[in-house]
């Protein structure tokens, strides 16, 4: 797919508007899984693929939108002053809420846009097309609208599309990554202040892969909720006992010493994990520094036994796609990333063992799993822009 292909698509959707381009990433998570919800620290980066939108201002009030991705849906049309969720309209509910979400705030978006997506991350993978969506929605109704916004105020107002107006209860990481990603860097957040800190990713002999299982991640919002929900009540346990507002705010120490006060086993694991985890993520940015990319890989192998025994959002899927990759010669380190229950794991590989890496750990899988993974590389890419200029679509 090319630029050229994306206009033509749009002139015979929508006819000849004045266009402009604009481009929002996915994401993957480094480490720091199911921390964001829990106060912690998360280590995500901007990956260069993600939605494009081609986009042009009407003179009236009406929004049409057309995604590539969804060639079974017709344009989806609604007006700015009709901007409710509607099952009907599946996708198109994700930047419609981010319109609501502007206009709600009191962005004045003066007239209605015809708009044309095209996403190279496959939907459901976990490597958040929602909030690339939601993201691009954003960038392009700031452009278009001569609109001043501040990009973590936009980040905000992503999240919040995916707590009130869809109804995921998640947390703030995905649109961060995607808002305020840098090229060859990831960003270490503290999701409880939102300080945060651009990490340089040297990986000069070594290549970052993502491995998607292939697999739906269905029923993965309700389990998502459901594990947002045992952290919450771990807490509330040990609030009896110490006085903090969010589990990220212990150490695993005092933790250990606490744990015996949440009466649920099950919910002790799920704080277990979260407070483990956000340990683990802030010693990841300590040995990078060092340039211990061995130890930062250890820490992610630690994080996927973390989320597979005490959180339990893995599954066959991620297990056989990790657990393979942890016995090929050069990995650095690899787990699974994003919510879970299906969708990518990601790898840190020696770049000269990377074809037999691909090749071993798929053929693996496709005799456990029945069929293929998709294994390539990922690179650390910028947040949500305009483009303009010479633009190739990765
Ligand atoms: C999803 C959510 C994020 C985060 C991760 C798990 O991607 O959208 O907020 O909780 O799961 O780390």
């Known amino acids: 797919m090319q630029i050229k292909d994306l206009k033509k698509t749009f002139a015979a959707l929508f006819g000849d508007g004045e266009v402009q381009l604009f481009f929002a990433p996915g994401r993957i998570n480094l480490i720091g899984e199911h921390t964001d919800y829990n106060g912690g620290y998360v280590f995500p980066c901007a990956i260069t693929k993600g939605t494009y939108a081609l986009a042009a201002r009407r003179t009236d009030r009406n929004i049409r939108m057309y995604s590539m991705n969804f060639p079974d849906y017709p344009i989806i049309s609604f007006d700015l002053e009709d901007l409710t969720f509607a099952e009907k309209h599946d996708w198109a509910n994700y930047p419609k809420g981010m319109i609501l979400k502007l206009l709600e705030t009191g962005y004045d978006i003066s007239s209605g846009v015809d708009v044309l997506f095209y996403g190279n991350i496959p939907n459901g993978a976990g490597l958040s097309s929602s909030a690339s969506i939601e993201l691009v929605t954003g960038v392009m109704l700031e452009h278009l609208f001569h609109l001043s916004i501040d990009r973590v105020d936009m980040v905000k107002l992503g999240q919040k599309v995916e707590n009130e107006f869809i109804g ?40 970052l892969l993502i491995m998607n299982t292939n697999k739906e991640r269905t029923l993965a919002s ?8 045992e952290c919450e009540s771990a807490l509330r346990d040990l609030q009896n006992y110490i006085d903090i507002k969010t589990l990220g705010a212990l150490a695993p120490k005092e933790f250990e010493e606490l744990k015996e006060h949440i009466k649920n086993p099950v919910t002790a694991r799920r704080a277990a ?4 985890e956000n340990q683990r993520t802030k010693l990841s940015l300590k040995r990078l520094k060092e340039g211990n990319l061995q130890g930062f890989g250890q820490l992610m192998n630690e994080s996927h036994v973390s989320l597979r025994d005490d959180y339990e959002v893995t599954g066959t899927e991620l297990d056989t796609l990790v657990e393979a990759a942890w016995k090929q010669e050069g990995l650095i380190g690899a787990r699974m990333t994003g919510a879970g229950f299906g969708g990518c794991a990601i790898a840190i590989v020696k770049s000269d063992k990377v074809d037999a890496f691909r090749k071993k750990v798929a053929a693996h899988y496709k005799n456990i799993v029945g069929y293929e993974p998709s294994i390539y590389e990922a690179k650390a890419g910028d947040g949500a822009k305009r483009l303009t200029g010479e633009v190739v679509i990765q």
């Open 168 to 207: 995921v209860n998640s947390g703030i990481m995905d649109q961060f990554a995607i808002g305020m990603g840098r090229q060859d860097h990831g960003i270490l957040l503290d999701c409880h202040t939102l300080v945060y800190e651009y990490a340089p990713l040297h990986l000069e002999n070594d290549t």
């Open 222 to 229: 309700s389990k998502y909720n459901e594990r947002r929900e």
């Open 273 to 276: 994990h979260a407070v483990h």
